[in-house]
């Protein structure tokens, strides 16, 4: 099975702040990686797929990067609204893995 | 629009049995495949299976594999999640995700979550 691991689990950051969360596979997955948004009791929500494509509706201040095994997003000036825990996902032959989560909170 | 609506939460005793659902509207439900997640209390997000309702197709994480059935009734465009007997181990929530047609490898819509509750 393919793993993954996000970092860090945890960041304190103010409003406008640029934050950086990072993914690594454990093997190569090509582009095939996503990333979701989850606010307490709410469902994820998808920004970014195929590493770097921004999801109809997603602010342009969300940006993914990478391939292989290391991929990256990136808030380019955090706002109110973007506290909250972020997921990374893999997909490789209909074999789906979630990152542990990265907790976005304010400073 | 594209919707996911989720069946209401669920109190169960161990051992018991139960089905929950996630009907979809706004899009061919045939078409796409539809996968389950699960979310441990204060956890992180969990991935279950998937199925593709057109024939039934359907793929299970190796975690997941023997420990519950996934299964779509095309004819009122839901999927469902069973368990046969539940154990406390299995109090989460719940969540039904779609896939897009053209690029199966990631979940563009979710269903509001079905919270399960199973006492000892």
């Known amino acids: 099975d393919i793993q993954m691991t996000q970092s860090p689990s945890s960041v304190s950051a103010s409003v406008g702040d640029k934050v950086t969360i990072t993914c690594r596979a454990s093997?190569?997955?090509?582009?095939?990686s996503a990333w979701y948004q989850q606010k307490p009791g709410k469902a994820p929500k998808l920004l970014i797929f195929?590493?770097?494509s921004l999801q109809s509706g997603v602010p342009s201040r969300f940006s993914g990067s990478g391939s292989g095994t290391d991929f990256t997003l990136t808030i380019s000036s955090l706002q109110p609204e973007d506290f909250a825990t972020y997921y990374c996902q893999q997909a490789n032959s209909f074999l789906f893995t979630f990152g542990p989560g990265t907790k976005v909170d304010i400073k | 629009e594209v919707q996911l609506v989720q069946s209401a939460a669920e109190v169960k005793k161990s051992g018991e049995s139960l089905k929950i659902s996630c009907k979809g509207s706004?899009?061919?439900?045939?078409?796409?495949?539809i996968g389950w997640v699960r979310q441990l209390p204060g956890k992180g997000l969990e991935w279950m299976g998937i199925?593709?309702?057109?024939?039934?197709?359907?793929r299970y994480s190796p975690s997941f594999q023997g420990q519950v059935t996934i299964s779509a009734d095309k004819s009122i465009s839901t999927a469902y999640l069973q368990w046969s007997s539940l154990k406390a181990s299995d109090t989460a929530i719940y969540y039904c995700a779609r896939l897009p047609r053209q690029q199966l490898n990631h979940f563009d819509y979710w269903g509001q979550g079905t919270p399960v509750t199973v006492s000892s």
């Open positions: 706004g899009y061919s439900f045939t078409d796409y495949w």
């Open positions: 199925l593709y309702p057109g024939d039934s197709d359907t």
């Open positions: 093997q190569g997955i090509s582009s095939w």
């Open positions: 195929a590493a770097s």
